[in-house]
């Protein structure tokens, strides 16, 4: 069993920043979401277990960065020039393998959640 607790998020101005952090009970590939009203969960990016590959979504590409601290069992997602569009709730998802999944099918374990808000 893997528990995630997530940290971050909250209101911030379009073009501004926000750190979201996910802290696992054990090493593990994760990934972040995110699930806006109306709208399906998306996949943001994500991050092999030894943090040697990550994936973007188009739509985030050059603006977040995920990274990870295997010592802390940590994964952060630094999010830049977050637009109004980027408003969602984000959650970290985890699963007991080497690489990264990219749909939500991929993974066993959830986070709370966490709202981003992007104000115009």
């Known amino acids: 069993q893997v528990q995630l607790v997530e940290s971050g998020g909250g209101l911030v101005q379009a073009g501004g920043s926000l750190r979201l952090s996910c802290a696992a009970s054990?090493?593990?590939?994760m990934g972040w979401f995110r699930q806006a009203p109306g709208k399906e969960r998306e996949v943001v990016a994500a991050i092999r277990r030894d943090g040697a590959g990550t994936y973007y979504a188009d739509s985030v590409k050059g603006r977040f960065t995920i990274s990870r601290d295997n010592a802390k069992n940590t994964v952060n997602l630094q999010m830049n020039s977050l637009k109004p569009e980027d408003t969602a709730i984000y959650y970290c998802a985890a699963r007991e393998s080497l690489f990264y999944g990219t749909t939500a099918y991929d993974y066993k374990y959830w986070g709370q959640g966490t709202q981003v808000t992007v104000s115009a």
């Open positions: 054990s090493g593990v590939a």
